[in-house]
């Protein structure tokens, strides 16, 4: 297993469309096994294919409850219902976080490793990361979610802590606000409630 370069904005493979994967092939467990370990390391929820330089359909997610990533190959949202907005990252967007518009619920529809078909149904944090990751492979990011444009912010890290403070990565759900501060970089909301 190796830890992958990460792909950052503005790297043009962040924007374009991934490949549908044919069927699954030991290279492709490969990528997976290393996208796990990377996004491991990267202290990510998730992370998809073009995030560390390939165009195949492929994410992988994991969210603090699993107890094994989930692997989501040609992944498609079926239906989505509600909508709420969430505080976000993303790895390839280091330094930031913005507030977005995501669904309440998600049905989606994967390939697994096993090269069957998958439905679930998800919310909350996993429906964000779904929609998130499932974006990455049609070129689009968060960014391009944002409630409005004065919704990114920058984030400034404490230097005591950096170790709980990388976690802001892919999609994590914000529970560490605690531990960042923001400064007035770009344009920040007087009163989006985002942060304090
Ligand atoms: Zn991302």
Known sequence: ??????????????????????????????LVENMVETMRDQRGVGLAANQVGSLQKVAVIETPEMEEPMVL???????????????????????????????????????????KIYRLNAEDLLAQA??????????????????DHESLYKITYHEHDDE?????????????????STESVAVETSDSGAED
Do not use: W
Request: hydrophobic share 35%; net charge negative; glycine share 8%.
């Open 73 to 115: 190959i040609n992944p498609e949202i079926m239906k989505a219902e509600g909508e709420r907005q969430v505080e976000e990252g993303c790895l390839s967007v280091p330094g930031y976080r913005g507030l977005v518009n995501r669904s309440e619920k998600v049905r989606v529809k994967a390939m697994g490793l096993d090269g």
């Open 164 to 180: 709980e403070d990388e976690f802001d990565g892919d999609l994590d759900d914000g529970e560490d606000e605690a531990e960042e």
């Open 130 to 147: 779904l929609e998130h990751e499932i974006d990455h492979l049609n070129g689009i990011l968060y960014i391009d979610h944002l409630v």
């Open 1 to 30: 297993m190796a830890i992958l370069d990460m792909r950052l904005l503005p790297d043009p493979i962040l924007r374009k469309q991934a490949k549908k994967v044919a069927k699954v092939t030991p290279q492709l467990r490969r």
